[in-house]
Structures are given as structure tokens and as C-alpha cells.
């Protein structure tokens, strides 16, 4: 069975830290992507990732980068957590190089900036 | 500007009966569209896709129609079951995958 797995479920941060979520796929899949989820939005791509060590911004890169030294890893970090960066954030992955594979998605990480 | 919208951020149906969520889009560029349903605390799956060579995909209840000319695509359910209840996103490709907002779909028993 196919797994994405997001390391937490639910994140408390204060404003000014620097947070971390981590994303791990184990099905061997090429590319990797970071959304946020908020209400009458939608989701919106914030980065996502065709090859290890490759990156590209989405749609809402502000604030945000990302790493992937691994091929199964991908990391989204907010450098200096603020309060419009409470959200859902989901990690999703997709195999092969062609943009039409559909993407499977982690459980998401609900983060709260106070 | 969104280029993909759900209008109907809620829709409520009966047990048994049609369940018909609705998406229009923007960009004559997208040429393959997707639906995911997500359940709370849970990731979106995949539902069903539609290319835009077909105007028609079907997949035991769920049914996509897409009507390139007016860039509207629809999800039929039939017959609806209280296990539908969840939010559904409309997604479309052009050179990146670009979401709607999300309908939520109860299913009344």
C-alpha cells in the first residue's frame, strides 16, 4: 500500500521560530510537493520537487524554502514562523517525470503560529 | 485570481439520490482534470480524471463530464451513499496541477 507519511499531525510554533515539517514517500516516486490547505482557498502549491537536490517554487514561496537530499525526503521549513503561516500543509508525491500522474498525499500537518 | 473554481462550497443530498458538484476554469490551457475527495484528519485521494479529449469518464458511481466549450466539468454520484460525506476538489492540469476550493458534500440517511 502506497504511504506518504508527514511527521506530525498537529504543530504549536510562537512567531520568529524556525519549523520543520518533514515529508517521507516510500514508493520510490520522482516528484514531490508541498501544499497549504485554508478555507475557501483551496489547495495551493507552495514548492515542489522533480529530482534530488532540485526544487521549484509554486504558486506561495514567501516564506518558505525546502530540501531534498533524499529521493524518499522532502522537507518544508518556515525560516521565521508567522501567523499567517497557521494552516494545513499537505506533502503529496507522483511518479515519473510527466505532470499528469496522479499525486498521493500524507495525512497533512495542522501548524498553529501564535 | 483562481483559475479553477467550486462555486458551491456546500451541497447536501439525500441517500440514493444524484449527487452533481460542479467546477469551472479559466485557463483554455488545462488539458487534463482530476477530482479527490478528503475525508477529515485524512490526506485527498484521487477519485477519477477526465483528458480533454473525452467529454465523458465513468468509473462505477462516479461519472465525469467535461464541456471544453463553456470550461465546466461536473461529478455525478449515483446513487449516493452517507459514506460520500466528505470534501471534494476539482484540479486541473496545465503545467502544474492548480485546485479548486473545495465542495463539501453531506449525505443525508
Known amino acids: 500500500d502506497v504511504k506518504v507519511t508527514q511527521s506530525s499531525r498537529y504543530l504549536v510554533k510562537r512567531t520568529g521560530e524556525k519549523v520543520f515539517l518533514e515529508c517521507v514517500q516510500d514508493m520510490d516516486h520522482e516528484n514531490m510537493f508541498w501544499y497549504r490547505q485554508d478555507p475557501g482557498l483551496g489547495l495551493r502549491l507552495i514548492y515542489f520537487?522533480?529530482?534530488?537536490?532540485?526544487?521549484e517554487k509554486g504558486d506561495i514561496p514567501e516564506g518558505y524554502s525546502v530540501s531534498r537530499e533524499k529521493k524518499e525526503r522532502f522537507s518544508l521549513i518556515l525560516e521565521s514562523a508567522s501567523t499567517n503561516q497557521t494552516s494545513m500543509y499537505l506533502c503529496?508525491?507522483?511518479?515519473?517525470?510527466?505532470?499528469?500522474?496522479?499525486?498521493?498525499f500524507g495525512p497533512g500537518t495542522r501548524l498553529t503560529v501564535l | 485570481d483562481q483559475q479553477v473554481k467550486q462555486n458551491s462550497p456546500s451541497l447536501s443530498v439525500q441517500e440514493g439520490r444524484i449527487s452533481i458538484l460542479n467546477c469551472d476554469y479559466t485557463n483554455s490551457m488545462f488539458d487534463y482534470f482530476l477530482w479527490y475527495k478528503k475525508y477529515p484528519a485524512e490526506g485527498p485521494t484521487f477519485l477519477i480524471s477526465i483528458s480533454s479529449i473525452k467529454d465523458k469518464n465513468e468509473d462505477g458511481r462516479f461519472t465525469v463530464f467535461l464541456n471544453k466549450s463553456a470550461k465546466h466539468l461536473s461529478l455525478h454520484i449515483v446513487p449516493s451513499q452517507p459514506g460520500d460525506s466528505a470534501v471534494y476538489f476539482c484540479a486541473s492540469y496545465g503545467n502544474k496541477l492548480v485546485f479548486g476550493a473545495g465542495t463539501i458534500l453531506r449525505v443525508k440517511s
Open positions: 520537487s522533480y529530482d534530488v537536490k532540485m526544487k
Open positions: 503529496a508525491s507522483s511518479p515519473g517525470t510527466t505532470h499528469y500522474n496522479e499525486q498521493f
